[in-house]
Nanobody, 124 residues
Framework: QVQLVESGGGLVQAGGSLRLSCAASGRTFSSYTMGWFRQAPGKEREFVAAINWSLGSTDYATSVKGRFTISRDNAKNTVYLQMNSLEPEDTAVYYC?????????????????WGQGTQVTVSS
């Protein structure tokens, strides 16, 4: 069993930055994909970014590419989402997720474990 706890959300002005953290605990495996998803009111949960835990390779949704950076710290069992140049459209609850590493990583069904989410609000 894996437990994921997000932190770092909050209120920020447009153009500002936030860094989200996702701390993982429990039984760990070497072949995991860690992902960030977000869900705005009235919308479906949306892929944001993913990282292959072993390789460190990353990918991003088009909407955040060039602004967000996903990274990991193996020693701390933590994945980060650095969010720069934030826009009001980025306002959502952000969820950390973990799943078995796969070439498919942009859909929620690929992830077995989820955090409870952290609210990010970007004011204009």
């Amino acid at each position: 069993q894996v437990q994921l706890v997000e932190s770092g959300g909050g209120l920020v002005q447009a153009g500002g930055s936030l860094r989200l953290s996702c701390a993982a605990s429990g039984r760990t495996f070497s072949s995991y994909t860690m992902g960030w998803f977000r869900q705005a009111p009235g919308k479906e949960r949306e892929f944001v970014a993913a990282i292959n835990w072993s390789l460190g390779s990353t990918d991003y949704a088009t909407s955040v590419k060039g602004r967000f950076t996903i990274s990991r710290d193996n020693a701390k069992n933590t994945v980060y989402l650095q969010m720069n140049s934030l826009e009001p459209e980025d306002t959502a609850v952000y969820y950390c997720a973990a799943g078995q590493a796969s070439t498919v990583y942009i859909t929620t069904r690929q992830y077995a474990y989820w955090g409870q989410g952290t609210q990010v609000t970007v004011s204009s």
